[in-house]
């Protein structure tokens, strides 16, 4: 049963990062695709190859999610609690994908994380889910809507004497590098995610005693988080893309830069697991604004905050259902 479980745990795990890839595919593209930088299947090919190659460029956010978020459990117990935590965030990531909300499959991650924790018994490292979370959850999107809107000006004040149709045209060519860093980052952060839940398992099962990520674990969260943003997450990719705001080539380069640099420092320096959503979302928010405040949907805006806000205790919700019933056959 221990092996069935561990096998059953990282099956699960890597169809959460697939369906991770193509939820959140419309994080790295969607700009792009809407400025028509890129075609879609482009977009979609360059985005999968450098979210391959950012899943390599780090091991800091997966640290924290295998031993900073719940204290690792013990036996079938164990299994049991990762693999509701995991069906949980597939629920969520699918229900929102199905309605095209750009919510955030790592906060449906860790919601589910806590919920089958609490459900099983199993101590929530608090601390840890406010600093590394909470705070980050909160902090991010306004960094990112006030960081795309300065970022933003900065380009109208210093191509204020450029001929227009020019200046777009040549931001339409930046598009392509400032994507490829948004995919980049957005491999860096999520496929770690998964990584840290691969080798909770492994620690459970006893077949691991560090928190040292084999390199199978890294290749194949890599290919499964590629492989899921190549099959593209089209429904979300409309709502970033055009529903909150039409963007034009100098906004959708502030909204990519400005999220990719939060997320390199967040995971480079503060090692915290953000959500690539919340920051690409109000970045493209903060950039749209210059233009004028209204040009910004807020309604759409509005209803993708509210979801950000019920993510976690909605997948929590799902994961400690799911708990009490597998418990029934792992414990």
């Not at 380009?155 to 149709?165: G, S």
Request: glycine share 10%; with cysteine.
């Amino acid at each position: 049963m221990d092996t069935a479980a561990l096998i059953a745990v990282i099956g699960v795990a890597f169809f959460f990062t697939y369906t991770n890839g193509f939820h959140d595919s419309a994080n790295a593209i969607a700009t792009s695709v809407s400025t028509r930088a890129l075609t879609p299947r482009a977009a979609l090919a360059m985005a999968a190859v450098m979210n391959l190659a950012g899943a390599f460029l780090g091991s800091g956010v997966a640290h924290t999610v295998s031993s900073g978020i719940i204290e690792t459990p013990s036996g079938n117990q164990g299994m049991a609690i990762l693999f509701a935590a995991l069906v949980g965030a597939i629920a969520w990531n699918l229900v929102t994908w199905y309605f095209g909300l750009p919510s955030s499959s790592s906060h449906a991650l860790f919601g589910g994380l806590v919920g089958a924790a609490l459900a099983g018994g199993t101590e929530v490292i608090w601390s840890g889910v406010i600093d590394k979370i909470v705070i980050p959850m909160i902090v991010s999107p306004v960094v990112g809507l006030i960081g795309g809107f300065l970022v933003m000006l900065a380009i109208l004040w210093i191509f204020r004497r450029a001929n227009p149709h020019r200046a777009k045209r040549n931001f339409r060519v930046a598009q392509t590098a400032s994507a490829a860093a948004m995919a980049l980052a957005h491999g860096l952060q999520d496929a770690q995610k998964t990584m840290g839940i691969v080798v909770m398992a492994l620690t459970i099962s006893g077949r691991q005693t560090t928190g040292d990520i084999p390199v199978w674990v890294k290749i194949s969260c890599a290919t499964m988080l590629s492989l899921g943003t190549y099959a593209g997450g089209w429904r979300i990719m409309r709502t970033l893309g055009r529903k909150i705001i039409e963007l034009d080539p100098p906004q959708g380069f502030a909204a990519e830069a400005t999220a990719s640099t939060v997320m390199y420092i967040t995971s480079f320096v503060f090692k915290a697991p953000i959500s690539t959503t919340h920051v690409i979302t109000s970045a493209i928010m903060g950039a749209g604004a210059t233009k004028r405040i209204r040009a910004v949907r807020w309604g759409v805006a509005k209803n993708i905050v509210l979801g950000w806000f019920i993510t976690m205790p909605a997948a929590g919700a799902v994961a400690a259902l799911i708990y009490w019933f597998v418990h029934l056959f792992w414990g």
